[in-house]
């Protein structure tokens, strides 16, 4: 057996040793229209697929927003006053290819859009913007927020819309992952830009 050492859990980060985690860039606008954008790690489809007692079962992702210093943090962050007064947002999906821009996201600017370098474009479905350089954008109603102070705030959105690039969407599906380039940060500590590519195909399985 592999020799190990036992950590202290008082003075663990929460990411740290944990598989780095996909990076999405999180869209919305205030009430008067300017648009924001920001990088998210703890998104994810709580329901994905139909059940069988419910043929349009509501696709919902859900994303949590925290804050390292104080429990307020959260709700003072402009994403998560954008979403909670307009009642919408949207989840895009960056490539490697955009990374960079990515990354400045986390830093503040009056304007994230320009200072990134990224590309503010309608949505079909509601009023906040889209990320054009992204090859999927998830558009999002809020459906409710959970406030868990030191979890932070959980915010779940109903999947109204969705665009993909046509190139991507005309790729079969077991080799959309290149294309998609998806891209993963590696939280260790409080403050790093560490990100990472998809690696190899570990396991394939094929349909006979």
Do not use: Q
């Not at 779940?156 to 665009?163: F, I």
């Not at 290149?178 to 891209?183: D, Q, R, T």
């Amino acid at each position: 057996m592999a020799d190990k050492t036992e950590l202290s859990v008082k003075d663990l980060f929460g990411l740290e040793y944990w598989p780095a985690l996909p990076a999405f860039l999180i869209s919305t606008a205030d009430d008067a229209g300017k648009p924001h954008v920001a990088p998210y790690s703890l998104v994810f489809f709580p329901s994905y697929t139909n059940v069988a007692e419910d043929d349009d079962t509501p696709k919902i992702i859900s994303l949590v927003i925290g804050d390292y210093d104080t429990f307020a943090g959260a709700k003072e962050s402009r994403t998560y006053r954008n979403i909670t007064t307009t009642r919408e947002f949207v989840v895009n999906v960056p490539t490697a290819k955009i990374v960079e821009g990515v990354n400045t996201t986390v830093f503040p600017a009056d304007d994230k859009f320009a200072a990134s370098g990224l590309t503010p474009e309608p949505s079909v479905k509601i009023a906040a913007p889209a990320v054009a350089e992204c090859p999927a954008n998830y558009e999002c109603e809020l459906l409710r927020v959970e406030e868990h102070r030191w979890l932070g705030e959980v915010i779940h959105g109903k999947v109204v819309a969705v665009r993909v690039d046509t190139a991507l969407h005309n790729t079969p599906a077991k080799d959309r992952v290149a294309p998609l380039a998806p891209v993963y940060h590696y939280a260790y500590d409080h403050y790093n830009g560490t990100y990472f590519g998809l690696g190899d195909v570990l396991l394939e399985e094929i349909d006979e």
